[in-house]
């Protein structure tokens, strides 16, 4: 897979020929000043409860029993921590567990098919072998959810920010590997692939880095992260492919833009909706960021079948 860019040096043209990825980067730049400003935070207003699997059990259950007993206020309230809490626990774990297992079943997918065709293809397509290695660091991340689900302290990203560095640093590898593997087909001179690359990297931690032990702000630091460094990739990586299956006439690339455009629309929803008192609705954009990774392994597969039948 090859994809040709023209005029790098003409700043005027690769603009003009480009017009809606840099509008896309200039809204995502405004949106990072904006959280990074704001740090917005999702209401019941945005997502009703009625949305919360974990809803229906009070009103089924703890309700019933509330008007079969007279009981006070207090009583009631107390009756309702006491069965409605750990249950909304349990629950809450059971999807960590179950996306989290998925996710990470997809991910090794993804990159054990990147490595076989890297190695099935006389090892040449450095891409395929960085993607590769990128996606199963980053399933760390996803691991650690499926600990999480099972009730392992250590798991909860959100216990700690040492804890929160030590399972989100694979972003990091897999923002710059992504963003290596996708220059590599772009640009011959081999210092402009690599150097991005290496910035993403020493910027991503020392932005962990400060954003985790210095200033100890998880949701600071990660929508710095995100809206600065992983959107932007993903959201470029999406409109490379995209362009490159209107060019090749290749169905796999506009499969493939459809994913890292899922990845790029459904990290938007971490800003606001990771809170624990919203959290239900997180794990709708968990699971539709799940569904992202379904058309990047058939995009691939498709790209794959395209290039040895041409």
């Known amino acids: 897979m090859v994809i040709g860019v023209n005029n790098l040096v003409d700043i005027k043209d690769l603009i003009r020929k480009n017009l809606p990825y840099f509008f896309g980067i200039i809204i995502i730049a405004i949106l990072c000043i904006y959280v990074l400003i704001f740090k917005p935070r999702a209401t019941y207003t945005l997502a009703p409860?009625?949305?919360?699997?974990t809803y229906g059990f009070l009103l089924r259950d703890?309700?019933?029993?509330i008007?079969?007993?007279e009981m006070g206020v207090d009583k009631m309230g107390i009756l309702i921590w006491k069965?409605?809490?750990p249950f909304k626990s349990q629950v809450y774990n059971l999807l960590f567990f179950g996306l989290g297992l998925d996710t990470t079943i997809l991910i090794w997918i993804i990159g054990t098919y990147l490595l076989y065709r890297w190695y099935k293809g006389g090892r040449t397509n450095i891409s395929q072998l960085i993607w590769g290695i990128v996606f199963f660091i980053y399933s760390i991340t996803f691991i650690g959810h499926i600990f999480r689900g099972l009730g392992i302290t250590w798991a909860n990203e959100n216990i700690s920010p040492g804890n929160f560095f030590l399972l989100r640093f694979g972003m990091i590898f897999w923002a710059a590997g992504s963003l290596y593997g996708i220059l590599r087909l772009l640009i011959e001179d081999k210092k402009l692939r690599i150097m991005p690359s290496i910035v993403v990297i020493l910027l991503g931690f020392i932005w962990f880095s400060f954003g985790l032990f210095v200033v100890q702000d998880i949701e600071y630091m990660m929508y710095g992260f995100l809206f600065?460094?992983?959107?932007?990739?993903?959201?470029?990586?999406?409109?490379?492919?995209f362009n490159y299956g209107q060019k090749s006439g290749y169905a796999g690339p506009?499969?493939?833009f459809l994913g890292y455009l899922g990845l790029t629309i459904?990290?938007?929803?971490?800003?606001?909706?990771?809170f624990s008192d919203v959290i239900y609705f997180y794990f709708v954009w968990y699971f539709l960021f799940l569904l992202s990774l379904v058309p990047i392994l058939i995009g691939?597969?498709?790209l794959a079948k395209e290039s040895e039948e041409k």
């Open 228 to 241: 600065a460094i992983w959107i932007p990739i993903c959201f470029s990586i999406s409109y490379i492919f």
């Open 67 to 69: 008007l079969q007993e």
């Open 300 to 302: 691939f597969i498709m």
């Open 254 to 256: 506009k499969i493939i």
């Open 83 to 85: 069965f409605y809490h």
């Open 49 to 53: 409860r009625d949305l919360d699997p």
């Open 266 to 274: 459904t990290y938007m929803g971490w800003a606001p909706w990771h």
């Open 62 to 65: 703890l309700i019933a029993i």
